[in-house]
């Protein structure tokens, strides 16, 4: 009986009939003549330069389904997929992450929305993981080796805080903390066993935003790789990767998803640079789940259309806000009174939905706020489609001293919101009554 013919349905699209290293017989991926291509790609991957962002968020990486016409990707809720020849040949030669073998490895849900993540950052190849801090911790520790030294901003996100500070000294590592506006610190900071900087496009809960080119010319001047978290900015606010940033990471639960449904996060860069972190994500085992991949995909569609409203009621209401007798201060880029407004302007092409703000009567006062709204929802996380409302030193910035949050500049009665994308009118309404309930 003759031995079946096993069809090859994962093989990209600009490999089909050859190996994925061109025409060269290569042995081992130490082999100086092996080559890197982007990916990996669902068929051929098309090229998105000359496209604009919305159009790249609906189309890049999505697969029609041929066998049945259905428009859009599958979800492919497999754990292991049928091995022939070629996905063998693919061990031996040192390319298994462009081949389908077992979901941990990679599965057709997670290239789909792969592809799309990359073409939106303008990048060659993407990662997503089971959550944004497994993307961070798998990054950070592809990049650096067992005494490595990392600068990082003294305002991060308290779970990479909380990383950098309690895990890494365990693995024989250290980590320095500076003003991401102060870069003659961050210099200063820097030591011979310096591996990366690590940094965030806009800080939590201030929205001080970051100079990423002063920050990328101190990378080259110390050959240093640069990591940039740009959750709170996305890839429609700017392209990090463009302007020098080595990996982009983002906790894809916020924005990129933006319904509040998800937990994931991902890895954007070159192609060697992710296939560097590729492994730390199969040995910690961080792989986004086929189903969560479906959800993420299908979120990133409308991101443009998201972010514009996002930024209009984010903009209404912070120049509201500012104008009322119980605010202290009002902490958004789009305001002419943020200090980094002029900075924004030049960088961004979207201010977000993040305004953070203070009122009088400290944090006794703003729980009291809290409980008043009707509209906004007490909750962590933020980039969802309806307004998030905390305080930071309950929630995002708990894991800080009194005293950290002092230096940051987090006083007492700092309120943040994530503003959806509801009629800003509406929410206007709602922080007016909230406020007369409690003045």
């Given at each position: 009986?003759?031995?079946?013919?096993?069809?090859?349905?994962?093989?990209?699209?600009?490999?089909?009939?050859?190996?994925?290293?061109?025409?060269?017989?290569?042995?081992?991926?130490?082999?100086?003549?092996?080559?890197?291509?982007?990916?990996?790609?669902?068929?051929?991957?098309?090229?998105?330069?000359?496209?604009?962002?919305?159009?790249?968020?609906?189309?890049?990486?999505?697969?029609?389904?041929?066998?049945?016409?259905?428009?859009?990707?599958?979800?492919?809720?497999?754990?292991?997929?049928?091995?022939?020849?070629?996905?063998?040949?693919?061990?031996?030669?040192?390319?298994?992450?462009?081949?389908?073998?077992?979901?941990?490895?990679?599965?057709?849900?997670?290239?789909?929305?792969?592809?799309?993540?990359?073409?939106?950052?303008?990048?060659?190849?993407?990662?997503?993981?089971?959550?944004?801090?497994?993307?961070?911790?798998?990054?950070?520790?592809?990049?650096?080796?067992?005494?490595?030294?990392?600068?990082?901003?003294?305002?991060?996100?308290?779970g990479t805080y909380n990383f950098l500070n309690?895990?890494?000294?365990?693995?024989?590592?250290?980590?320095?903390?500076?003003?991401?506006?102060?870069?003659?610190?961050?210099?200063?900071?820097?030591?011979?066993?310096?591996?990366?900087?690590?940094?965030?496009?806009?800080?939590?809960?201030?929205?001080?935003?970051?100079?990423?080119?002063?920050?990328?010319?101190?990378?080259?001047?110390?050959?240093?790789?640069?990591?940039?978290?740009?959750?709170?900015?996305?890839?429609?606010?700017?392209?990090?990767?463009?302007?020098?940033?080595?990996?982009?990471?983002?906790?894809?639960?916020?924005?990129?998803?933006?319904?509040?449904d998800l937990i994931a996060g991902a890895a954007?860069?070159?192609?060697?640079?992710?296939?560097?972190?590729?492994?730390?994500?199969?040995?910690?085992?961080?792989?986004?789940?086929?189903?969560?991949?479906?959800?993420?995909?299908?979120?990133?569609?409308?991101?443009?259309?998201?972010?514009?409203?996002?930024?209009?009621?984010?903009?209404?209401?912070?120049?509201?806000?500012?104008?009322?007798?119980?605010?202290?201060?009002?902490?958004?880029?789009?305001?002419?009174?943020?200090?980094?407004?002029?900075?924004?302007?030049?960088?961004?092409?979207?201010?977000?939905?993040?305004?953070?703000?203070?009122?009088?009567?400290g944090d006794e006062a703003a729980l009291k706020?809290?409980?008043?709204?009707?509209?906004?929802?007490?909750?962590?996380?933020?980039?969802?489609?309806?307004?998030?409302?905390?305080?930071?030193?309950?929630?995002?910035?708990?894991?800080?001293?009194?005293?950290?949050?002092?230096?940051?500049?987090?006083?007492?009665?700092?309120?943040?919101?994530?503003?959806?994308?509801?009629?800003?009118?509406?929410?206007?309404?709602?922080?007016?009554?909230?406020?007369?309930?409690?003045?």
């Amino acid at each position: 009986m003759d031995k079946p013919v096993q069809k090859d349905n994962n093989i990209r699209g600009d490999e089909k009939g050859k190996s994925s290293l061109d025409e060269t017989k290569v042995n081992w991926v130490s082999d100086l003549k092996r080559s890197r291509q982007a990916g990996p790609f669902h068929g051929t991957s098309k090229s998105w330069t000359e496209k604009s962002f919305s159009t790249i968020a609906v189309h890049a990486g999505t697969k029609d389904d041929m066998a049945t016409g259905v428009v859009g990707t599958p979800i492919y809720q497999g754990s292991t997929f049928l091995l022939g020849e070629d996905q063998y040949k693919s061990f031996e030669e040192g390319h298994a992450r462009d081949r389908f073998i077992y979901s941990r490895y990679g599965n057709p849900s997670q290239w789909a929305v792969q592809e799309k993540l990359a073409a939106l950052e303008g990048a060659e190849s993407a990662l997503v993981f089971s959550s944004g801090m497994a993307a961070i911790s798998s990054t950070i520790l592809a990049m650096v080796d067992r005494g490595a030294h990392i600068v990082a901003s003294d305002e991060l996100y308290g779970g990479t805080y909380n990383f950098l500070n309690g895990e890494l000294s365990s693995l024989g590592m250290s980590v320095s903390y500076a003003s991401p506006r102060d870069f003659d610190a961050i210099e200063a900071a820097i030591k011979p066993e310096t591996q990366i900087l690590y940094f965030e496009s806009s800080t939590n809960p201030l929205l001080k935003i970051v100079d990423i080119e002063k920050l990328v010319s101190i990378a080259k001047k110390y050959k240093l790789r640069l990591i940039l978290d740009a959750t709170f900015t996305t890839p429609l606010g700017y392209r990090a990767l463009d302007l020098g940033v080595d990996v982009v990471v983002h906790s894809a639960s916020k924005y990129l998803n933006g319904h509040s449904d998800l937990i994931a996060g991902a890895a954007i860069g070159s192609r060697k640079v992710i296939d560097m972190i590729w492994p730390r994500m199969l040995n910690f085992g961080g792989s986004l789940d086929p189903h969560a991949c479906f959800l993420l995909e299908r979120g990133l569609k409308t991101l443009a259309l998201r972010m514009a409203a996002h930024e209009k009621a984010a903009t209404a209401l912070a120049i509201w806000l500012e104008k009322h007798p119980s605010v202290v201060n009002v902490f958004y880029p789009g305001l002419e009174s943020h200090p980094d407004h002029k900075l924004a302007k030049s960088l961004l092409n979207n201010m977000g939905g993040m305004v953070t703000f203070e009122i009088k009567g400290g944090d006794e006062a703003a729980l009291k706020l809290l409980n008043a709204v009707t509209l906004a929802k007490q909750a962590t996380s933020l980039g969802g489609v309806e307004t998030l409302i905390s305080l930071p030193y309950n929630t995002s910035q708990s894991g800080y001293t009194s005293k950290m949050r002092e230096k940051m500049g987090i006083n007492s009665g700092c309120v943040r919101l994530s503003v959806g994308v509801e009629d800003p009118d509406d929410l206007i309404r709602d922080f007016e009554m909230a406020f007369s309930k409690i003045s």
